[in-house]
Nanobody, 114 residues
Framework: QVQLVESGGGLVQPGGSLRLSCSASGFNFSAEAMSWVRQAPGKGIEWVSSINPGGDRAGYPPSSKDRFTISRDNAKNMVYLQMNKLRPDDSAVYFC???????RGPGTQVTVSL
């Protein structure tokens, strides 16, 4: 079955950086577009970024564009999210998922605070 495991979250000061990782298994990873989404307490799911199967095209909403970079390694079944210039409103649980599915991993907590 599909398994997605996120890691790399933590506590960081405003302006800092984090790199999230997602290990994927149980499906043909190199054939699937992948996405990162996040959920802050009391809020709905927010799209953060997506990447095509080949890894050469990515998309971002205005809230993460020019600060976040998604990438993938199809040889390792891994997808990454490099987050720079972090802000307190980036605090959330971050999840990776197949773009075509609602199924998510357990997530990794990112907290941006002094």
């Amino acid at each position: 079955q599909v398994q997605l495991v996120e890691s790399g979250g933590g506590l960081v000061q405003p302006g800092g950086s984090l790199r999230l990782s997602c290990s994927a298994s149980g499906f043909n990873f190199s054939a699937e577009a992948m996405s990162w989404v996040r959920q802050a307490p009391g809020k709905g799911i927010e799209w953060v970024s997506s990447i095509n199967p080949g890894g050469d095209r990515a998309g971002y909403p205005p809230s993460s564009k020019d600060r976040f970079t998604i990438s993938r390694d199809n040889a390792k079944n891994m997808v990454y999210l490099q987050m720079n210039k972090l802000r307190p409103d980036d605090s959330a649980v971050y999840f990776c998922k197949k773009t075509s599915s609602v199924e998510r991993g357990p997530g990794t907590q990112v907290t941006v605070s002094l």
